[in-house]
């Protein structure tokens, strides 16, 4: 199994990004895809997930609102379209696959993981 982040990059503060996570490797339609993040200096912590086969999407709290999680109906890529950016959301930003009910604790076994894209937003 393969996963690859792309789209980070260095933003200012109200700006967007959109991550994307190509897969390959595994029967991804009978898993769930999730995001996560790492900031500087913090533990990582869960952005968001979703089905492959698409459903409803789970949010951490810094998320809500101003990020979406979506896949392509191909189910070989996930996004994360970022919005209205704050600084505090600097980090490396990593996608990662396994059962839908695990994705939500980031420190949970999960079946594959990106090498991550970095995010940096600047005031």
């Not at 789209?7 to 109200?14: L, R, T, Y």
């Not at 996570?21 to 993040?37: E, H, K, N």
């Not at 709290?61 to 109906?73: E, L, M, P």
Request: charged share 15%.
């Amino acid at each position: 199994a393969q996963l690859v982040e792309s789209g980070g990059g260095s933003v200012q503060a109200g700006e967007s990004l959109r991550l994307s996570c190509v897969a390959s490797g595994l029967a991804f339609s009978s898993y769930a895809v999730g995001w996560y993040r790492h900031p500087p200096g913090k533990e990582r912590e869960f952005v968001a997930a979703i089905r492959w086969k698409g459903g409803s999407p789970q949010y951490g709290d810094s998320a809500k609102g101003r990020f979406t999680i979506s896949v392509d109906n191909a189910q070989t890529t996930a996004y994360l379209q970022m919005s209205s950016l704050k600084p505090e959301d600097t980090a490396r930003y990593y996608c990662a696959v396994g059962p839908m009910e695990l994705l939500a604790d980031p420190f949970n076994p999960l079946d594959a993981w990106g090498q991550g894209t970095l995010v940096t937003v600047s005031s």
